[in-house]
């Protein structure tokens, strides 16, 4: 239980293109889920919050209008990285909390996407 | 507020030998803390947790990790280094809701046969 996926896996796109980033909870219903950010070799960086049917937080100095986040169900939370460019290029994680379970404080994070933009 | 750190960006034992990654946090509440093992693109897998039960805490592939509230440390050890361990390790600590998550900067183990 408690399965976390990410889709695509990987995706290459042009600078100035638009990508969309799903981040599915399988088996249960998340009522919060999580986008993170890594660059290589380093830790991950929390981008943003996502509560079911509200708006995301999002941490300081991220962009709210590149990074667009949307958690129209509890299943489902997208990451949209508008207009990209090169220095979007990164491993992007999300991961999800269900607070029907006594561990509800724990999130179970997703396999990652790998963006690379040209 | 909370954070993380972990001693060491690299570690490298022997096959067989000890492993002994460390992680000290700070906290101004009971924490909850993690370890985590990622492998090469791919995401985070949960190895153990502590959440104010035992202060010992066994998880899996024969990881353990003991909460020392008078150190502010919780290290991960295993006792015999196999060389499916070599990975990403990182440390996170949140509040008892879960809200916040803080991980460490993670630390790459290497495993020389």
């Known amino acids: 239980g408690a399965v976390v996926s990410q889709h695509p896996s990987r995706v290459i796109c042009k600078s100035g293109t638009s990508v969309k980033i799903e981040c599915r909870s399988l088996?249960?219903?998340?009522?919060?889920m999580f986008w993170y950010r890594q660059f290589p070799k380093k830790s991950l960086m929390l981008m943003a919050t996502s509560n079911e049917g509200s708006k995301a937080t999002y941490e300081q100095g991220v962009e709210k209008d590149k990074f667009l986040i949307n958690h129209a169900s509890l299943t489902l939370s997208t990451l949209t990285v508008t207009s990209a460019h090169p220095e979007d290029s990164s491993f992007y994680i999300c991961s999800a909390r269900d607070w029907t379970r006594s561990s509800y404080n724990e999130q179970f994070f997703g396999p990652g996407t790998r963006l690379t933009v040209l | 507020a909370q954070s993380v750190t972990q001693l060491g960006s690299h570690v490298s034992v022997s096959e067989g030998a000890l492993v002994l990654l460390r992680c000290n946090y700070s906290s101004s509440v009971p924490p909850y803390l993690f370890w985590y093992v990622q492998y090469p693109n791919q995401g985070l897998q949960l190895l153990l947790k502590y959440t104010s039960a035992a202060t010992l805490v066994k998880g899996i592939n024969g990881f353990e990790a003991e909460f020392k509230k008078s150190e502010t440390s919780f290290h991960l050890t295993k006792p015999s280094a196999h060389m499916s361990d070599a990975a990403e390790y990182f440390c996170a600590v949140s509040d008892r809701t879960g809200n916040q998550f803080y991980f460490g900067t993670g630390t790459s183990l290497t495993v020389i046969p």
């Open positions: 088996d249960f219903q998340a009522t919060t």
